[in-house]
Protein backbone atom coordinates (compact mmCIF):
# COMPACT_ATOMS: atom_id res chain seq x y z
CA UNK A 1 0.00 0.00 0.00
CA UNK A 2 1.70 3.36 -1.18
CA UNK A 3 1.93 6.37 1.85
CA UNK A 4 0.24 9.57 0.79
CA UNK A 5 2.44 12.31 0.54
CA UNK A 6 1.68 15.35 2.89
CA UNK A 7 0.01 17.18 0.33
CA UNK A 8 -2.55 15.04 -0.92
CA UNK A 9 -3.49 14.39 2.80
CA UNK A 10 -3.96 18.68 3.47
CA UNK A 11 -5.72 18.47 -0.14
CA UNK A 12 -8.37 16.50 1.40
CA UNK A 13 -8.44 18.22 4.58
CA UNK A 14 -9.57 20.90 2.37
CA UNK A 15 -12.03 19.81 0.37
CA UNK A 16 -13.30 18.07 3.79
CA UNK A 17 -13.79 21.62 4.83
CA UNK A 18 -14.98 22.88 2.08
CA UNK A 19 -17.19 20.47 1.44
CA UNK A 20 -18.69 20.74 5.28
CA UNK A 21 -19.04 24.42 4.83
CA UNK A 22 -21.14 24.20 1.52
CA UNK A 23 -23.28 21.32 2.96
CA UNK A 24 -23.77 23.73 6.39
CA UNK A 25 -24.67 26.60 3.57
CA UNK A 26 -27.26 24.84 1.88
CA UNK A 27 -28.78 22.57 5.03
CA UNK A 28 -31.37 25.04 5.42
CA UNK A 29 -32.06 26.04 1.87
CA UNK A 30 -32.79 22.78 1.30
CA UNK A 31 -34.65 21.85 4.29
CA UNK A 32 -36.90 24.78 3.34
CA UNK A 33 -37.56 23.58 -0.31
CA UNK A 34 -38.71 20.16 1.51
CA UNK A 35 -41.06 21.88 3.98
CA UNK A 36 -42.76 23.83 1.13
CA UNK A 37 -42.85 20.90 -1.30
CA UNK A 38 -44.67 19.15 1.70
CA UNK A 39 -47.00 22.35 2.57
CA UNK A 40 -47.59 23.44 -1.03
CA UNK A 41 -47.51 20.56 -3.12
CA UNK A 42 -47.41 21.65 -7.00
CA UNK A 43 -47.29 18.92 -8.97
CA UNK A 44 -47.54 14.84 -7.88
CA UNK A 45 -45.30 12.63 -9.30
CA UNK A 46 -48.24 10.74 -10.67
CA UNK A 47 -49.32 13.42 -12.55
CA UNK A 48 -49.17 13.12 -16.22
CA UNK A 49 -48.96 9.08 -15.97
CA UNK A 50 -52.03 6.76 -17.96
CA UNK A 51 -54.86 5.69 -16.08
CA UNK A 52 -52.51 2.70 -15.72
CA UNK A 53 -50.03 4.77 -14.15
CA UNK A 54 -47.20 3.39 -15.53
CA UNK A 55 -46.17 5.28 -18.41
CA UNK A 56 -45.12 8.92 -18.60
CA UNK A 57 -46.53 11.59 -19.60
CA UNK A 58 -45.36 12.68 -23.52
CA UNK A 59 -45.47 16.39 -23.73
CA UNK A 60 -45.95 18.24 -19.83
CA UNK A 61 -47.45 21.18 -21.42
CA UNK A 62 -50.47 19.07 -21.46
CA UNK A 63 -50.70 18.99 -17.70
CA UNK A 64 -48.36 22.65 -16.54
CA UNK A 65 -47.66 26.33 -18.59
CA UNK A 66 -44.58 27.37 -19.50
CA UNK A 67 -45.51 30.04 -17.43
CA UNK A 68 -46.12 28.24 -14.36
CA UNK A 69 -42.97 25.83 -14.72
CA UNK A 70 -41.00 29.23 -14.65
CA UNK A 71 -43.22 30.11 -11.82
CA UNK A 72 -42.40 27.00 -9.66
CA UNK A 73 -38.67 27.53 -10.56
CA UNK A 74 -38.09 31.13 -9.66
CA UNK A 75 -39.87 30.50 -6.50
CA UNK A 76 -37.57 27.44 -5.74
CA UNK A 77 -35.01 30.04 -6.07
CA UNK A 78 -36.38 32.00 -3.73
CA UNK A 79 -37.08 29.88 -1.38
CA UNK A 80 -33.60 28.19 -1.56
CA UNK A 81 -31.58 31.74 -1.46
CA UNK A 82 -30.68 31.13 -5.07
CA UNK A 83 -29.89 34.10 -7.78
CA UNK A 84 -32.71 34.03 -10.17
CA UNK A 85 -30.94 33.90 -12.90
CA UNK A 86 -29.71 30.39 -12.64
Known amino acids: MRARSPIASRRNAI?????????????E???KVVR???EHPRISSHQG??????????NLDDFITQDSLR???ENYKRIG???SAM
Request: proline share 6%; net charge positive; glycine share 6%.
Open 15 to 27: RATRFKAYESARR
Open 29 to 31: ATA
Open 36 to 38: TNR
Open 49 to 58: RGTDGDKPFQ
Open 71 to 73: ALS
Open 81 to 83: DLP
